[in-house]
């Protein structure tokens, strides 16, 4: 006669408190800046139903900026950097009656990070990232003999830290502007609020038309706007160790087309543009490290024409600016979603022994 035991079972879990506060993919979401340390609080649970084979539980975290790209000229040669700009590491205790044995039981430890708001915040790309991570380790866990493998838990956070000054909402107080011309004709500009703009904010976008400068050939004229975009673009640069190969995208994350409304006078116009900002991780802040760059440009192209002009010209201007992540203090937060805190976990169940009924002590049949 066979017999199933109780399966034996295995449970390591990484929880992270951070409030209530969810970030992209459902991670854990913590906001930094430039006022205070950020502390960030994780909690590593270790179950064993039964005495269980490992030699113990590593703990660790990882604040790293990454590049994996493909090298130019062998398609199958992948480049790769890491620049890490925190780490730490822990041990769980657990009790051991031998070496490479822990007993059943429940386990914790606490484990606090000190994060600074000057390191960058969370991104991903398919060729880059800049990732906060907690792992848990049970040291040789699984398999058998000396090909024993380890149980591994990783738990990612979702860092924002924002370069805003304190209770800092960016007026027009401090804007930033482009001036042009037009083959020396017809002056333009385009003005923000400021270089420094964040996520998700509402940006107002002036452009201003000048008339046409006295004594050109075309003064008195009225510019007529036939079409005009307005666009956001992100450029990211990747490096990797002891190569010179540089991988580079450029994406469009707004390209908003304005083609009505615009006003025509002989003494000039202005008109302004409101835009909304992405959020992350649609749009990543700005960053400058060893393997990975991010930086930002607002452009404004603009078509037009005269009664002088009929072919169509164009005027076009560009702003770089920095993109930070928002203060809660002064701006409410993305909103990602109302899901639970995640709790990353792996749950390991190992199948019940089958014991014959006649080798069990009297006593029990269910003690293993």
Not at 221 to 247: N, P
Not at 346 to 368: G, K, Q
Request: hydrophobic content about 40%; glycine content about 6%.
């Amino acid at each position: 006669m066979i017999i199933s035991g109780e399966p034996k079972v295995k449970n390591l879990v990484i929880h992270l408190d951070t409030g209530h506060t969810i970030g992209p993919r459902g991670l854990p979401l913590i906001y930094g800046n430039q006022d205070a340390l950020t502390l960030l609080h994780a909690t590593i649970t270790f179950e064993s139903s039964h005495g269980c084979k490992a030699k113990g539980v590593d703990i660790s975290f990882k604040a790293a900026a990454k590049s994996n790209f493909f090298a130019k000229d062998e398609t199958s040669r992948k480049l790769e950097g890491e620049q890490v700009f925190y780490s730490k590491h822990w041990e769980l205790s657990v009790e051991q009656p031998k070496p490479g044995w822990i007993a059943k039981g429940n386990y914790a430890r606490q484990c606090s990070v000190v994060l600074d708001p000057s390191i960058p915040s969370s991104n991903e790309s398919p060729f880059g990232s800049m990732r906060y991570v907690f792992e848990a380790r049970l040291k040789g866990a699984k398999g058998f003999g000396i090909a024993r493998m380890d149980m591994v838990v990783v738990q990612e956070v979702w860092v924002l830290n924002s370069t805003l000054p304190f209770l800092g909402t960016l007026t027009l107080d401090n804007p930033t502007s482009v001036r042009k011309r037009w083959k020396a004709s017809l002056p333009y500009s385009l003005t923000i609020p400021s270089d420094t703009l964040y996520l998700g904010q509402v940006v107002p976008l002036t452009f201003q038309l000048m008339p046409f400068r006295v004594g050109t050939a075309f003064e008195g004229e009225e510019v007529v706007v036939t079409s005009a975009s307005f666009t956001l673009r992100e450029t990211k640069t990747f490096r990797a160790m002891f190569v010179r190969d540089v991988h580079e995208t450029v994406d469009k994350l707004l390209h908003i087309a304005v083609n009505t409304g615009w006003p025509q006078s002989v003494d000039g116009w202005q008109r302004t543009i409101h835009v909304s900002l992405p959020s992350s991780p649609a749009m990543s802040t700005d960053m400058q490290t060893k393997y990975l760059d991010i930086t930002h440009s607002l452009i404004v192209a603009i078509e037009f024409r005269t009664s002088k002009i009929t072919k169509t010209e164009k005027l076009w201007a560009q702003l770089d600016v920095l993109i930070t992540a928002p203060r809660t203090t002064s701006t409410e937060p993305p909103h990602y979603g109302e899901t639970a805190i995640p709790v990353e976990s792996l749950l390991m169940l190992e199948p019940p022994p089958a014991i014959d009924a006649e080798e069990l002590p009297s006593y029990s049949r269910y003690d293993v």
